[in-house]
């Protein structure tokens, strides 16, 4: 009887382990007014994200402004949308209808593997202002 229990336990802990998704956590960013809350959020492999009150808002993450062999998405406009992310690094993404007004966000996941890569880029304006923030975070970390 104990070896069944033990075995029975034994393949309860690889299912647990096996299925990540128990431990993923979700967060919520909300769009303000021309920002987003948080601006910045580090998260964990696995978690997912998701943008609320998008009324008049959309996300875009940027070109080079994501890790490497990352696929840059946008949703549409006025859609609250949710994402999950798995591969580490800083996304940085905005809102285009509003990014001159500095209306953006980075989501740090696990470490910030590719912050060479953003510092090397030379953005300006509203979108510089994000990317700033977000190096002062993954500096930070």
């Not at 393949?11 to 021309?34: N, R």
């Amino acid at each position: 009887m104990k070896k069944i229990t033990n075995m029975i336990f034994a393949l309860f802990l690889v299912a647990l382990l096996a299925s990540g998704s128990v431990f993923a956590a979700s967060y919520t960013v909300t769009a303000q007014a021309l920002a987003f809350s948080p601006m910045i959020i580090k998260i964990a492999p696995g978690d997912t994200v998701y943008w609320d009150n998008m009324a008049t808002h959309n996300v875009r993450m940027m070109e080079g402004l994501i890790p490497e062999g990352t696929e840059a998405f946008a949703s549409a406009m006025s859609e609250n949308i949710n994402r999950k992310f798995d591969t580490e690094g800083i996304y940085i993404y905005q809102c285009d209808p509003h990014i001159g007004a500095g209306m953006g966000g980075a989501i740090i996941v696990g470490e910030p593997v590719n912050l060479d890569a953003i510092k090397a880029q030379d953005v300006k304006g509203g979108l510089g202002r994000v990317v700033d923030k977000a190096i002062e975070a993954a500096e930070g970390m």
